[in-house]
């Protein structure tokens, strides 16, 4: 399967300890996205890359929260101290992006519970 | 703005009819307009698109219409079948390299 890749699927996490994902994109992708997604809402835009540049990062997100991509191909999202409000569905995505606009391909997401 | 608007919430409708959601953003710089789908448990998965170039866009039993001067886009779906059952989003491209979602319409095909 040569198709977006997250791990761990499940974290349950207690409040107030660290958690780190992990995002294999599709191999030829520049870009990739991080969403958070909660029961009912459509997926909410965290934070993006182009290659291992991080060029935006969502004004609602924590301080907390930190995503990395250090040579442009796999990514970690990070939350440290977590809280109970930080339970939900972390998807990841990629796309290729040329000379214009190509879709997003998401992963399974991996889904955070906080204790 | 960033925002993108999207209703209904929740759509029933009988095996067979069509349905149409609409959506409406607000940043007149969004070019793309991508829909998902997205069943329970699992990832959204692109249906259809349309560029800001392009006014409608039909695939087989779907299709998407764009108004670039009001700043809506719907999605149509006629001869509605079960497997249609899902939740779908639109979404937009503000200035910047984003895609923003809408909260997603929960479509219920009636047997």
């Known amino acids: 399967d040569t198709g977006v890749s997250q791990n761990p699927r499940h974290k349950i996490t207690k409040r107030g300890q660290n958690v780190t994902f992990r995002c294999d994109p599709i191999s030829e992708h520049n870009r990739l996205y991080w969403y958070r997604q909660t029961l009912g809402q459509g997926p909410e835009f965290l934070t993006y890359?182009?290659?291992?540049?991080?060029?935006?990062k969502s004004r609602l997100l924590s301080d907390r929260f930190s995503a990395e991509r250090p040579k442009g191909s796999f990514s970690t999202l990070e939350i440290q101290r977590t809280e109970q409000g930080d339970s939900a569905m972390y998807l990841c995505a990629s796309s290729f992006q040329g000379s214009g606009w190509s879709p997003l391909h998401f992963g399974n997401g991996t889904r955070l519970t906080v204790t | 703005g960033e925002n993108v608007e999207q209703h209904p919430s929740t759509l029933s409708v009988q095996e067979g009819d069509s349905a149409v959601i609409k959506c409406t953003y607000s940043d007149s710089a969004s070019n793309y307009f991508p829909w998902y789908k997205q069943e329970l448990g699992k990832r959204p998965q692109l249906i259809i698109d349309i560029r800001s170039n392009v006014g409608e866009k039909k695939d087989q039993r779907i299709a998407v219409t764009l108004n670039k001067t009001a700043k809506h886009f719907s999605l149509h779906i006629t001869e509605t079948q079960p497997e249609d059952s899902a939740v779908y989003f639109c979404?937009?491209?503000?200035?910047?390299?984003?895609?923003?979602f809408g909260k997603g319409t929960r479509l219920h095909i009636l047997p």
């Open positions: 979404a937009a491209t503000p200035t910047g390299d984003k895609i923003i």
């Open positions: 890359f182009q290659n291992e540049a991080q060029l935006e």
